[in-house]
């Protein structure tokens, strides 16, 4: 925010008012001031403790009140006078200023624009007018990750986050909403998904080692062109619902990674109940019991060797070919036949996102 449009506000005002106002930024510098002797002059008498964006405070002669509905706005007008009319100019002034700081940004910010883009609350045709007007370059490659908080601490994960992203010309940190941020990565070069990864789990590591805060992060796909930063942020938000279902014990999904469960996520619930009912003509997936599950899953983590897996699973080989014959004879599939061992597979993961998302007929 230009302190030079504070500065033109206050130098209208102080006729109408006739005593000293002015602005301080959040370092408690007057930047702006009816009395121009005094910019730059630092209030170090000042408290964090007694400011509050929402209550007018007074503090040796000058009544004080924060500018925006919230402290981090950073800025707080000053009145000279203890006095009831004093208070009232106080409140008078943060309204004006913030409304106006408040057009300025969505003006002239640079991450209010990225933030509007990747939630679509911007026209596609208003796009390269709005890039061209603030100098933003929408050519580069850029890519969306999104960062969900499962515990919250005292400590700012915006604020943690923001310093692990210092460029904020390429990149850009946006809070969504009170659980979830957005981090839009310019990328220097074509990078893997894995280097993606290793970029958000350094992300988790921080918050998780430094600040006990518990975190998942979904990563869209790298994008060319401005435009195209919705999508990515998109497919951030369909990686965290889809590990939320599939991959519970990950922290870091990639939409480049997510495989099959993709699009039995896009399914319609009706849809993937039907054909739960098809294969399983004979018996009800739910009447396989824990123990038989479990083997199936090593069985497939495993590559369907059989010897591997009764090697893994401490029994005799017997052991397990008798399992996978009851299990042959229970759902009439037989896991080590290839087809019917992908079959099996689908369905287990379609069972899971039943459970997460019951049919509604």
């Known amino acids: ?48 403790e007694i400011f509050s964006s929402q209550e007018v405070f007074v503090h040796e002669g000058y009544t004080y009140r924060g500018i925006g509905s919230l402290p981090s706005s950073g800025y707080t007008v000053f009145v000279e006078g203890v006095d009831e009319q004093a208070a009232t100019y106080a409140e008078m002034l943060a309204i004006s200023l913030s409304n106006i700081k408040q057009y300025y940004d969505e003006k002239y910010d640079r991450g209010n624009f990225v933030k509007n883009i990747i939630l679509d609350n911007i026209l596609p045709g208003d796009i390269y007018l709005k890039a061209r007007e603030l100098h933003f370059n929408g050519d580069v490659s850029r890519v969306v990750l999104l960062v969900h908080i499962h515990t919250p601490s005292e400590i700012s994960a915006f604020d943690v986050i923001q310093n692990l992203f210092p460029e904020k010309n390429k990149d850009f940190v946006i809070n969504i909403n009170e659980t979830d941020i957005a981090v839009v990565k310019e990328l220097r070069s074509r990078v893997e998904s894995k280097d993606l990864e290793k970029l958000a789990q350094s992300i988790a590591d921080t918050l998780g080692s430094e600040f006990y805060t518990q975190i998942s992060v979904g990563i869209g796909t790298a994008v060319e062109g401005i435009k195209e930063l919705a999508r990515s942020f998109k497919e951030a938000q369909v990686a965290l619902e889809v590990g939320k279902v599939f991959d519970t014990e990950k922290t870091i999904v990639s939409y480049d990674n997510l495989g099959i469960a993709r699009l039995i996520y896009q399914l319609p619930t009706t849809l993937c109940d039907m054909f739960l009912r098809e294969v399983f003509k004979r018996g009800s997936i739910d009447s396989l019991d824990q123990e038989t599950l479990f083997t199936i899953q090593r069985f497939f983590e495993n590559n369907l060797n059989v010897s591997e897996t009764s090697r893994k699973l401490f029994v005799h080989r017997n052991t397990l070919v008798y399992r996978l014959e009851k299990i042959k004879r229970l759902t009439g599939l037989d896991l080590r036949e290839f ?20 049919v509604k007929y």
């Open 1 to 48: 925010m230009p302190n030079r449009l504070f500065l033109g506000i206050i130098n209208q005002m102080k006729e109408v008012v006739h005593r000293t106002i002015g602005v301080l930024d959040e370092a408690y510098a007057v930047v702006a001031c009816s009395d121009l002797g005094r910019m730059g002059e630092t209030r170090e008498t000042l408290s964090g």
């Open 339 to 358: 087809d019917d061992a992908i079959v099996f597979k689908v369905a287990l993961m379609v069972k899971k996102y039943l459970m997460a998302n019951p």
